[in-house]
C-alpha cells in the first residue's frame, strides 16, 4: 500500500491508515512533518520518503521502518524491538529508553540520544549513528549499544559534552583519535585500535552493508570504548534516617 | 566517635506474661528479639526495633507493648530531639537523609478545619437505606462535539471513559517498592470494588494482565516495563510527571530490591539499581507534554484516557491549566502529605502545597478559564477518610487517589522503614520469607472492607445534604464551611467561614 501524505493529511488520518492497512509493506510518500508514524507497530514494513515528524515508531514493537529523508525528535522512543533506518540526520533524544531492536542513522544526531537505554535478557539495543551527535550521548543509559562513528571528519569532537552522564550500564563506542571533552567521572574510557570482533563487529559490518560503505575503514579506525565505572554509584548517598 | 543515639521507641515485654515462645524473635526481620539461654528469657534490643507492631500484634499472649522512649535531650523547642538526631546521623555518615512515607511534620491539615453541611427543614435529607444514591463515577474528558450522521442521528464523539463505582482508586505504587502478594490484594480488590488500582513506575507483573480492564498502567521518566502489551492491556495511562512527597526529585529502585520477578516485570538486569530520572528528558513544555500523550494515544489506537499526575507544587493551577490543554483526558494532583516507598526527607518535609489548596485553586483556575470539562480531576495525598472524600469532591475533584490507607487496611503500622525493605507485614519488602506473611485473600478482602465501608459513609453524608448523587456534590462548595481558617485560606479554599449564611 502506499499513501501520499503532504502537508494536508493529518497524522491521525495518516497512522490509522498504516495500523489498519492489511498489507504488510506499506509506503508512506511526501511525508510532511506527521507525527508518531509506526508508534506500537509490530509485523509491517514502512517506507518513509520525505520528512516523518517527531516520535517515529515510538514503543515500534518488531516492525521495520526506513526513512528516506531526516527523521525528527523523539524517534523509538521505548522502542522494544523492530528496526528504524535513516538516510539522513535523526533529531533529539533518539531512541529514550529503548529496550530492544536497532536504529541506524547514516548522517548525524541531535542531543540526548540513546538516553536511558536499557538491555534486558535477549533484548539488547543498538543506536549507530555514522556522523556526529550533541551533548549528553547515552545519558543515564543502563544497558546496550551506542556507536557514533564520525563518518566524514574530526574537525570538531564527533560527539558533544557531557558524554555518559549518569551512565550505569551498555557500552559507547566512539569512532575517533580524541576523547570527548568533560566526560563524567563515573565513566571509563578504553582506547581501542580497531574493532575486529564481538557483537559491536557485526552490529558495524551490518551498518557498512546497510549503506554500502566500506568495512574496512569503519572498523580498522581508532575507538573509544566508554563503560560505567563497576562501583555501584548512587546507593551510598544515602542514611537511612 | 560513635555516637549511640537512644531509640525512640522502646520494647516493653511483661515477664509475667512472656511465656517464651519466641514468636516475637521469629517474626521481626530487624531482629530485636532473642531468646537468652543464660538468662534463660526472651530479651529486646530496642535499638533495633522500628516500630511496626508486628511482634505486638501476633505475641500470642500480649505480653508485648512497644513506648515512646522517655529519654531526651535538653528540652530546645528549636532543637527537637529528631533534628539532633538528624545531624549526628549525617556527621556519621556523609548521606543524604532518606525516609519513607508522608510528611509527618505538624503542618495545617485543612481537611480538619473544613466542616460539612446538612440539610434541616428545607429540602429534608435523604435516607441511602432506603432510596437510591449515586456514587459512579466517570472520568475523562466531557467536553465533546456534537456531530451527526448522513440521517440526523448522534454520532457518540465521547473520549474514552473510566467508569467508577465509587470515587475512590488506588493509587501508585510500583511492584519493587510493594510486593507481588501486595499488588495482587490490589488488583483483586479494585475488580471487585468496580474502581482501579495503578502498576506505579514498575511493570506490569505477567501474572496480573488478567486484572487489566481494572488496572491503571503509569509511564514514569525511567519507563520501566513499558511496552506495547503493557499499553494495550491497562484501562488507562497515567504519566507520571511527579509525586507528592517527592516533588521535582526521581525515583531510584537500589539493585539489591531488583529481584529476578521485579527485574522481568521491569524489563531490566536483575542487581542493577533502576533509576528514573527527576524530569523526563523528552518534556521540557506543554507541546513536549502533548506529544508524549499522542504518541500513548497513537499506539492505542485512541482507546483509553490518558492521565497524567502532578505533584500539588506553588503553581499547580497555572500548570494544570496547561495540562487541560494538553489532550490530557484527566489531571491527577498528589499532595505533599502523600506518601512514597523512599524520597530524600528535606524534600518530603520541605516541598511541595497541601492538596486541599492545590485541589481549590486548580479547580477554580479550570472554572474561570473554562476549561473545566476537558479534564477529570482526581486527587491524593492524604485522603485518609469518606470525610476527606467528601470534602475533595465538594471542592472540586472528581475521585480520589488513596494508597497509605490502602496499606494500612492490608496492615502496615506506618512505621516509616520502607526504604530498608524489611517490612514485617510483607508489604513493602521483597524478600521472599516477608512476602508471604502478606496473604492476598485477607488483603484483598480488607481492601473491600475499607472502600466498601467509605463508599456507604459517603452515602450517609450525601444523603445528610439532601444530595443524592455524586455528580451534584462536585464542585458544591457551599456545602463547605472552614473553622479556624484565615481570610486568605478561606479564599484560596473558596468557602465560607463557619457561622456565614448564604
Known amino acids: 500500500m502506499t499513501i501520499t501524505a503532504g502537508a494536508e493529511l493529518h497524522f491521525q488520518k495518516l497512522n490509522e491508515a498504516v495500523r489498519e492497512s492489511r498489507d504488510t509493506e506499506i509506503t508512506v510518500d511526501n511525508c510532511l512533518g506527521q507525527r508518531y508514524i509506526g508508534a506500537g507497530l509490530s509485523g509491517k514494513t514502512v517506507t518513509i520518503n520525505g520528512t516523518p515528524g517527531n516520535a517515529l515508531g515510538a514503543y515500534l514493537d518488531g516492525a521495520e521502518i526506513v526513512v528516506h529523508g531526516n527523521a525528527q525528535d523523539a524517534m523509538g522512543d521505548t522502542m522494544n524491538a523492530g528496526s528504524i533506518v535513516v538516510y539522513g540526520n535523526g533529531g533529539d533524544a533518539v531512541g529514550y529508553a529503548m529496550r530492544g531492536g536497532r536504529i541506524f542513522i547514516r548522517g548525524n544526531a541531535g542531543y540526548r540520544v540513546g538516553i536511558h537505554m536499557k538491555a534486558y535478557k535477549e533484548n539488547k539495543p543498538v543506536i549507530v549513528i555514522g556522523g556526529r551527535c550533541g551533548s549528553f550521548l547515552g545519558e543515564y543509559q543502563a544497558g546496550g549499544i551506542i556507536a557514533v562513528l564520525g563518518l566524514g571528519g574530526e574537525e570538531r569532537p564527533i560527539v558533544g559534552n557531557f558524554c555518559g552522564t549518569g551512565m550505569h550500564g551498555g557500552e559507547i563506542y566512539l569512532r575517533t583519535d580524541k576523547l570527548p571533552p568533560l566526560l563524567p567521572k563515573q565513566v571509563r574510557a578504553e582506547k581501542l585500535d580497531g574493532i575486529d570482533g564481538g557483537e559491536i563487529a557485526d552490529i558495524l559490518r551490518d551498518y557498512c552493508k546497510q549503506f554500502g560503505l566500506d568495512e574496512k575503514e569503519v572498523l580498522g579506525h581508532a575507538f573509544y570504548k566508554l563503560t560505567p565505572d563497576s562501583e555501584n554509584q548512587y546507593h551510598r548517598m544515602y542514611t537511612n534516617n | 566517635m560513635d555516637m549511640f543515639i537512644y531509640p525512640e521507641y522502646e520494647v516493653v515485654r511483661n515477664p509475667d506474661l512472656c511465656i517464651g515462645c519466641r514468636v516475637c524473635e521469629r517474626q521481626c526481620a530487624n531482629e530485636v528479639h532473642h531468646y537468652d539461654f543464660d538468662l534463660k528469657k526472651m530479651v529486646a534490643d530496642s535499638t533495633k526495633c522500628v516500630n511496626c507492631h508486628r511482634c505486638v500484634c501476633l505475641c500470642p499472649t500480649h505480653a508485648l507493648k512497644i513506648v515512646k522512649s522517655q529519654d531526651t535531650y535538653k528540652t530546645n523547642a528549636n532543637w527537637e530531639n529528631q533534628t539532633i538526631n538528624e545531624v549526628y546521623r549525617q556527621a556519621a555518615t556523609g548521606g543524604v537523609l532518606l525516609s519513607s512515607m508522608g510528611n509527618p511534620k ?293 475521585a480520589c487517589y488513596i494508597a497509605t490507607a490502602a496499606v494500612l487496611a492490608m496492615g502496615c503500622h506506618l512505621c516509616r522503614t520502607c526504604n530498608v525493605g524489611k517490612c514485617n507485614w510483607g508489604i513493602a519488602t521483597q524478600v521472599p520469607e516477608l512476602v508471604k506473611r502478606l496473604n492476598p485473600d485477607v488483603a484483598a478482602e480488607r481492601l473491600v472492607n475499607l472502600v466498601t465501608a467509605w463508599n456507604h459513609e459517603i452515602q450517609e453524608i450525601m444523603g445528610g445534604m439532601g444530595i443524592n448523587s455524586i455528580e451534584a456534590l462536585r464542585g458544591n462548595r457551599l456545602m463547605l464551611r472552614g473553622v479556624g481558617l484565615n481570610e486568605t485560606e478561606l479564599k484560596i479554599l473558596g468557602i465560607r467561614h463557619a457561622g456565614e449564611s448564604l
Open chain 2, 106 to 398: 505538624p503542618f495545617p491539615i485543612y481537611w480538619d478545619k473544613i466542616l460539612l453541611n446538612a440539610s434541616q427543614v428545607t429540602n429534608p435529607p435523604i435516607d441511602p437505606l432506603r432510596e437510591p444514591m449515586e456514587t459512579t463515577v466517570y472520568l475523562g474528558r466531557q467536553k465533546c462535539e456534537v456531530v451527526r450522521d448522513g440521517s440526523g442521528k448522534l454520532k457518540n464523539t465521547l473520549a474514552p471513559q473510566l467508569k467508577l463505582n465509587m470515587p475512590i482508586m488506588f493509587s501508585a505504587m510500583s511492584y519493587g517498592s510493594i510486593s507481588y502478594n501486595a499488588h495482587e490484594a490490589l488488583a483483586r480488590a479494585a475488580t471487585e470494588l468496580g474502581t482501579y488500582y495503578n502498576t506505579g513506575e514498575g511493570g506490569l507483573h505477567k501474572d496480573f494482565y488478567q486484572y487489566g480492564p481494572n488496572t491503571i498502567v503509569q509511564v514514569a521518566s525511567g519507563r520501566f516495563g513499558v511496552f506495547k502489551d503493557y499499553l494495550d492491556t491497562g484501562a488507562a495511562i497515567e504519566i507520571k510527571m511527579g509525586q507528592g512527597a517527592k516533588p521535582g526529585i526521581g525515583g531510584h529502585l537500589p539493585g539489591k530490591k531488583i529481584s529476578a520477578d521485579v527485574s522481568a516485570t521491569r524489563m531490566i538486569p536483575q542487581g542493577v539499581d533502576a533509576i528514573s530520572p527527576a524530569p523526563h528528558h523528552d518534556i521540557y513544555s506543554i507541546e513536549d507534554l502533548r506529544q508524549l500523550i499522542y504518541s500513548l494515544k497513537e499506539s492505542t489506537a485512541y482507546k483509553k484516557p490518558v492521565i497524567v499526575k502532578v505533584a500539588a507544587v506553588h503553581n499547580v493551577a497555572a500548570i494544570a491549566s496547561g495540562i487541560a490543554r494538553s489532550g490530557a483526558d484527566i489531571i491527577a494532583i498528589d499532595g505533599f502529605r502523600g506518601g512514597t516507598g523512599a524520597a530524600p526527607t528535606r524534600i518530603r518535609d520541605n516541598v511541595g502545597i497541601p492538596i486541599e489548596l492545590a485541589l481549590a485553586s486548580v479547580d477554580s483556575r479550570l472554572r474561570e478559564e473554562g476549561i473545566r470539562d476537558n479534564v477529570s480531576i482526581v486527587v491524593g495525598g492524604s485522603i485518609r477518610s469518606s470525610a476527606d472524600v467528601v470534602k475533595a469532591i465538594a471542592l472540586g475533584a472528581d
